[in-house]
């Protein structure tokens, strides 16, 4: 079901566009946009040389906004599809004052444009749409081909953490990580009862879930190739 739009959007759009990152590429043709480069300069952006780290699909902003109020050492950059729900995430972080923080207008395929290559520290996935129906699998924000994508965005210590409520789309990431060329460093399969929910932060949708007591998958990955650089074989 497609949403409304929200009231007076524009409006508050302009109202925090200090929190957008501006996007300078058209992406109707992802194929040939991403061969174009307009790398963010952090430096520019954020005023410090600051670990840089990544949301993909950040929804409303709950989480990245606790994320960077946490950690304000750290520069957060998120990213989501729709104006209409990214808003929210821009309107928390004004009211938090947040200077660490920056939100982008974009579809995950367009990151190779505007994020140089190997400058992030890790990547969140949180509850990405599995999207069953036969067919979509390229489309999984997990599969090999975004896997192959985030390695290069990777730093060389970098990454990737993932949390679903979806056992089917959690079994699958977990054999496109080991598959493509990643391994394992945490896995949960119930992750509120576990070791790993220390300092857990928990989205709108994990909240929602969680209350429902329905277990929450997350797994920790990182290029294999920081195995082989730390000496290990």
Known sequence: MRMRRKHNLDERLEQVKDYILERTIADRNMKTSVEIKDYIDYKKVFGNDNKVELEIGCGKGRFINELAKRHPDTNFIAIEMLSNVIVDGCERAQKENLK???FMILRAECLPSYIPEHSLNKIYINFPTPL???GYEKQRLTNRKFLAMYK???????????????RGMFEYSLCEFSQGGFYLKEVSL??????????????EHEKKYSDMLLPIYKLTAAPIEALNDNGVN
């Open 190 to 203: 119930d992750l509120l009862n576990s070791p790993m929910s220390q300092n857990n932060i928990m989205t």
């Open 132 to 134: 069953p129906q036969k």
């Open 152 to 166: 290069t965005l990777l730093n060389k210590d970098g990454s990737i953490e993932q949390k679903t409520d979806n």
């Open 100 to 102: 660490n923080l920056k």
